[in-house]
């Protein structure tokens, strides 16, 4: 098969396609034949090495343990292992090849790859494999933070930073429907994007949200770029403050441990902040999650939206173009 393969980290364009041989599923697994798969902020990370500290984290020290890089995956199942019986060759399934964190490679961005089946969902009728590929990383991180973090209730107003990107555009379908009150924050020429997505309201990240006199019940903050001190002042008593901490590529991240030392600091004043609530709900994501957003994508309330696809041989092409900012929308390799 091909596939795309790194052998150090540094820049996208050391990236490579070689043909490897085919994964084989062990009892447990499926192979699939990969049809699409995301490229989100994280493999960005893995790919340039940044922070440094992921390389301690999983991804390998010197150099990738695992050199086919891509977390998320939809296409068709080629086969499974013995201990596999919900799914079988023909099937049309998506899903995470990792459950937990997600700076390693994980070998998505190839011909065929292998998945645990628990990590799998049937692909919904109503969208394309590309679309499917967009879903699985950014949409649980969405899901498990605003239903297990914020405790998002039918009702409450939700502000969500950074509500045009990856993590943001499902956070503002899933909040909605979850019958949240949902505004929107982000850069100006993408407004409407949070507007298209479902948000009540929408505010341009010129405006400095925390100097507005609206107050929310919760803030979900997807860039983490403004202090907590300040953030404090637009929510509403007995609310809460639930961060993603996305660096900008490295632009707002510490170089050896990104936003990692912004979090250390949060769980340090969690006993003081009562907005924080240290890691609560942190767990890694399960079979029922991706289940329920196949549901949520099936019941038209999770749409995802493309802003254009990328072959093996682009891999580097469209690692640039994520960390440019210009997408309007998801970004996915087409093996």
Do not use: C
């Not at 020290?61 to 596999?84: F, I, M, Y």
């Not at 969902?121 to 969208?127: F, V, Y």
């Amino acid at each position: 098969m091909r596939a795309v393969v790194q052998e150090r980290y540094g820049r996208p364009e050391d990236l490579v396609v070689r043909d490897l041989p085919m994964p084989v599923p062990g009892d447990g697994d499926v192979l699939v034949q990969v049809r699409g798969s995301s490229v989100h902020p994280d493999v960005w990370h893995v790919i340039t090495g940044q922070p440094a500290v992921l390389r301690l984290m999983g991804s390998g020290v010197r150099r990738p343990s695992r050199q086919v890089p891509g977390t998320d995956l939809a296409g068709v199942v080629e086969a499974v292992g013995p201990a596999v019986t919900r799914y079988g060759p023909g099937d049309e399934v998506f899903g995470q090849i990792v459950s937990n964190i997600q700076w390693r490679n994980a070998g998505a961005w190839a011909g065929y790859a292998t998945v645990r089946a628990d990590r799998l969902a049937p692909k919904p009728a109503r969208i394309s494999f590309e679309e499917a590929a967009s879903v699985p990383t950014s949409g649980l991180i969405a899901l498990q933070s605003l239903r297990d973090q914020g405790r998002v209730a039918a009702g409450q107003r939700i502000l969500i930073n950074g509500a045009a990107g990856g993590v943001g555009g499902f956070a503002v379908q899933i909040a909605k429907a979850m019958g949240a009150d949902v505004t929107g924050v982000d850069l100006s020429d993408k407004l409407d994007l949070v507007a298209a997505a479902g948000a009540d309201h929408v505010i341009d990240a010129a405006d400095d949200y925390t100097r507005l006199s609206e107050r929310y019940d919760l803030v979900y903050d997807i860039p983490g770029n403004h202090p907590i001190s300040r953030v404090r002042h637009v929510i509403a008593p007995g609310g809460s403050y639930v961060m993603i901490g996305h660096d900008a590529f490295g632009a707002r991240g510490h170089r050896w441990f990104g936003s990692l030392g912004t979090f250390a600091w949060h769980l340090v004043l969690t006993p003081f902040v009562a907005e924080l609530h240290g890691l609560r709900g942190a767990t890694a994501p399960t079979e029922g999650d991706i289940q329920r957003l196949a549901a949520m994508v099936d019941d038209g309330k999770l749409t995802p939206v493309l802003d254009r696809t990328f072959g093996l041989d682009e891999a580097a092409a469209a690692i640039d173009y994520l960390a440019s900012g210009r997408s309007r929308g998801r970004i996915v390799i087409v093996p």
